[in-house]
Structures are given as C-alpha cells and as structure tokens.
C-alpha cells in the first residue's frame, strides 16, 4: 500500500475517504499463469494502460509509485505455486470532512495478490438470462474503463440473474443491443463466424476479448465486430463468455433455451486451447512477463 507491504488486516482506509463516499477508484484484475514452475504474468504492459487511461477518465492527479515494480514485489513476498490474480486500485483516500465530489487526489496505491478461483463453468458451459438491467451507457459511466462504480450497474443485473436462476446474465445497452456480461465480455459464433459487440457497445475494453479476436484472426477464423440484438442470440451456434477470470467458459443456455445442442462448441473449445497455449507462453511469447 503506498509503497509498503501492509499486513491484509491493516489494510484500511477513512470512512469518509472519497473512495468510500463516492466510489472514487478504479483498478486491474490481471492474471498471472503458473507454468513449468514460473509465474507469468500476461499481457502486464496492457492491462497497465489501461488502468493509466481510467485514471486518465477519472480526472484523477496521478501516484508517486511505480506499479509494475509493486506488482513483482508483492507476487515475490508470497511465492505462489498456482494461478494469481493481481489486482492494482488506484483510489483517493483521506480524512478530511471538507472533501468534495470534485477531489481529484493524490491517488492512493493497493496491489493486492491472490489465488485466481478456477471457473466452474469452464467445461460444463453455462446458462444465462438476458437481463432486464440496462448496461450504463457511455455518457452516464463509461463501460469502457474499470471503475468501481461501474460494478454497481453490474452487481444489480448479476444478482437478479442467481435470484432467477440462472449462472450469469448479459445486458443489452440503452440502444438495445447486446453489450457484455457482469464481469465479462461476449461472442457468439454463427457459420464459423465470431460475432462479439464492437468497441462502442458499452463494454470494458477487454485484454481477454482482444486476445481471443487475435487468436482467432491468426488461426484463419473469420470475426465480425457488430451489434447484435436479443433474438439474434437465439440463433447462435455456440456462446461464450471471456475475461481474465472467465477465460473462454461456454454459455450453453440463453433464456432458458438451449445454444445449439445444448453442449460446448467445437470452435469455442478451439479458442479455449489457443488461449491456454498463449497464457501460458507456448504462443505469441511478447504477451508473458515472467517474474524472476
Ligand atoms: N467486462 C467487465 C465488466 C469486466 O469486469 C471484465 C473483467 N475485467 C471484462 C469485461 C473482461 O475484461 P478482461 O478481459 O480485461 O478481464
């Protein structure tokens, strides 16, 4: 935490820090592969942009430590045997009663590292609901960057998928169309073609979404970057989720009915493979930092 390693219990900060009254943060959740006994961390410079152009948005001032340097710190001190999350928070922390909506720093550093929980619809697929939560769109909270508060937007539709029982939901944005799910960016494959929303469709810009439509463009599949609409999802060949979390997880159920024959895709299961080959730096080795 601001450059020092801080005992979990004493990681605190004010409850009338900004952070706390107005949701002032933003943060990566960048995933780290253990492999032939090395950590490797991937695509860590992107995920690092990417948190420099939320800040960016947020109007924050900056931090006065270095990131990256942090992050190899805090994976040494613990020595991980397994696959890691790690997730940076930049936030504005303080006490001061006098402190408004407009505060714009110092921004306060936390990395924290963890075991990734392995996602337990990675082979089994599983099934959604469209939910009735509309994703916020751009001109409210930008989808695009990785805010805390955006995950209020999310939070709501998640917890009505579970309640209606189902594993997760997609939301459609304020123009109707499909954009992403709670935590996690989507495709369809119709054809032998990926389908997934484009850049502007109200969705975080994902590392796992771009990973997959480069791998998938390499390995000869054709994309189409497009708006999709709810009932062209009934229409799908095969589903999936991506994120950092999801990796590539199937979504064999839409609405209660099934994709395709109800099972995981040949296709998905491909993509599935490359993504595994490339976390793990079999493929594409520019995307691996490994932590000495
Ligand atoms: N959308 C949202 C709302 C997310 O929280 C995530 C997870 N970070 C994703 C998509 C997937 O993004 P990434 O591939 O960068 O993890």
């Given at each position: 935490m601001n450059g020092k390693i801080v005992p979990w219990t004493e990681a605190r900060v004010h409850v009338f820090s900004p952070v706390v009254r107005y949701a002032t943060a933003v943060f990566e959740s960048i995933p780290g592969f253990f492999h032939t006994q090395r950590m490797n961390v991937f695509r860590l410079d992107d995920y690092l942009r990417r948190l420099n152009y939320s800040q960016k948005m947020m109007r924050f001032s900056g931090i006065d430590h270095d990131i990256r340097e942090g992050i190899f710190e805090v994976i040494k001190i613990h020595s991980f045997q397994e696959d890691i999350l790690i997730r940076p928070m930049i936030y504005l922390d303080g006490?001061?009663?006098?402190?408004?909506?407009g505060t714009t720093g110092p921004g306060s550093l936390a990395i924290t590292v963890f075991p990734m929980p392995q996602n337990?619809?990675?082979?089994?697929g599983c099934r959604i609901q469209v939910s009735s939560w509309t994703r916020m769109s751009d001109n409210s909270m930008p989808a695009r960057i990785k805010a805390t508060a955006n995950y209020q937007n999310s939070r709501l539709a998640d917890l009505q998928s579970k309640h209606d029982g189902y594993d997760s939901c997609l939301l459609l944005n304020s123009r109707g169309y499909v954009s992403e799910g709670p935590g996690q960016c989507f495709a369809m494959i119709r054809d032998g073609v990926i389908i997934t929303p484009d850049?502007?469709?109200?969705?975080?810009?994902s590392i796992t979404r771009d990973t997959i439509l480069k791998l998938a463009k390499s390995d000869g599949i054709m994309i189409e970057q497009r708006n999709i609409t709810r009932s062209e999802l009934?229409?799908?060949d095969e589903a999936f989720y991506c994120g950092s979390t999801w990796s590539v997880t199937p979504i064999v159920g839409i609405d209660g009915l099934?994709?395709?024959?109800?099972k995981p895709g040949k296709l998905t299961s491909r993509l599935q493979e490359l993504y595994r080959k490339a976390t793990r730096g079999?493929?594409?080795?520019?995307?691996s930092t490994l932590v000495q």
């Open positions: 006490e001061s009663p006098g402190g408004s909506i337990r619809f990675i082979d089994s850049i502007n469709s109200d969705i975080l810009e009934y229409t799908a099934p994709v395709s024959d109800g079999e493929i594409n080795q520019e995307w």
